[in-house]
């Protein structure tokens, strides 16, 4: 459009597993990423029983990437708690056609997936708390609703361009 | 090899040849979490504690509202003429940093859709907000007054919006508004407005500001005539269904719609020009992340501080508990009177923690050496105090909600991301 238009960089990748070797120690690159979600990530990992060792790191600052390293217990077992999040049927059966491992075992992307299950559900927890304690949440969030109906009603009535300018 | 152990005061590190594991349960009860406002000093600034989470979940927090929460702010500008002492890059940044009163869930990102005729971004009513602004400086006050008057004329005919339409018309509203409450409302108190309280200083800069014709310039004979462009000079051209969705006399809930799409504060210098100096431009307003530019962010920070934690080793009596108490802030140790058994000993009063909050942790008691071997300070691990300012487009707590909403975007994503990832290697 512009001489002068700056587009944000996006990372090269945004998704990347690194390691050959056993499926329980990988390397996951995380592209358009920081500290942010590396070391929340990282916390929930490190408090997986499961999980032996689990490391991240911003390779350099100037690059939005991060590398999350994660080794997990080559005798511990898939369990049932990605269940509860909706994959039901896939996770928690033993021979499912297009799994690494038939045995079930915890994989380093199982225990990353499983982090960010629990991640997301602690975010939803904190929500839901936040709105018993401020009031104000839940009334924005109810006009927030209000106000998409209504825009998605009046988008449906096939666009008012001619109205205004 | 035998597992190297070594603790800490928060957990254990437990180190074996294949394996490396932290334990932080040095307590057998984790810290229950609990969410609590503290304080709320003005509508735009919210104090809440957080206690039981980890400082990375805390930190995530805070990053995000800082960075990652989308907002509407002006981003491309069209300059027509600027004969002004400002430079247009200077005036475009300037611009750029006004903020918006207007909720930025309502518009969609700028940059997806794409036009399919000339294959350029599509601009829409739903992801551009346009702002123009023709200023001319005239000789003197009057001549200015003239023009003004013509220009804004020809602006009310082609549908443009500025502040003070605005203003007449929430004026109109809260005038029909009060003859409704005057049958209800008996008195209404008549406190002396003193200038220490904000909104009466704020009030009366505004009224002096207000308008034009106010002695703004400095007065001296010769002194040629200086127009000052506020924000309020912004005008906002409504676009498809922009003014049916955003009417001039809503109230707004919050501190998001109200009254068509301003800028928060009407009262922003933006330029100054003299006599024959002209700033014509057009400026859309896109929507964008504090990441790529600090003028998306909808804070004017979001910080947090960890719980300080006083522990009184020895007692501290009498006058030594005196000094104590005006070495900390305000609040922080109250006297209070011995019991019995030290009444014995000869003392009168003792100082006790009472309000850990308003500690700063600074160190002046140190300076007296007996209160440095009487006091331990530390902090409470996973005890934050947050302080939210918005700029003003949305409620601290609501930012709050959307920073917690983002985070768990994100988590999504990397499942996404992991299970595309998983697929495309069977495959």
Redesign the interface.
Known sequence: ??VNEVK?KRAET????RGTGPPTSRT?V?GD?????G?????VL??DPRV??AGYCVPHPSEPVVHIRV?T?PEAKKTSWVATTGDDDSEDEEIVD?E?NSSGQFTA?DA??DA??T??K??????E???I??P??R???E??KR??E??MF?KEDGG??D??? | MAPHQSNTALGSYTVTP?????D?STSPTPTP?????LSRPNPHE?S?E?IG??V??A??LR??MIS?IPTMALE?VYMWNNTSLIHDEVLCHRLGLVPLNV?P??FDEFGIEVEEETG??AST?RNTIVFRLHVVCGGNEKEDEKMRRKMEKKWKM??LVSGADVESVQAKLKSKKKRHDDSDEEEEEEQDPSVMDVHVADDAAKSAIRLHNVKQTIDSAGRPFTRHVYTRDLLW?????????FPLHSSG??SG?GGGIRPISEDILLAKLRPGQVIELEAHARKGVGK?HAKFSPVATASYRLMPHIEIIKPIYDELAEELVNWFEPGVFTLVPVDTKEKKEGYKQKAVVSNPYACTMSRNYMRNAELKESIRMSRIPNHFIFNVESVGMM?P??I??EA??I??E???K??E???????S??G
């Open positions: 459009m512009s944000i945004a998704f990347e597993l996951i995380l990423e920081d500290h942010t979600l070391n929340a990530l990282r916390h490190m408090n032996n060792f080794q217990n297009g690494n992307i990353l997936k960010c299950h991640l997301a602690q975010c939803d927890y904190v929500l708390k936040l709105e304690a401020m104000e949440v009334v924005d969030r006009r927030l106000l998409e209504d825009m009046s008012d361009d109205m205004e300018e | 294949t394996s490396l594991r932290w932080n979490f609990s969410i609590r406002p919210l809440f957080l989470v980890d990375s979940f930190n995530a990053r995000i990652e491309h909720d869930r309502l350029e971004l009513d082609e549908g051209a409504p676009q498809g269904d922009q003014l049916a969705n809930v919050g719609l790529d409620e707590a609501v709050v909600a917690l909403r985070l768990k994100k988590c999504e990397v499942v991301l992991a299970d595309g990832a998983l697929a290697m069977e």
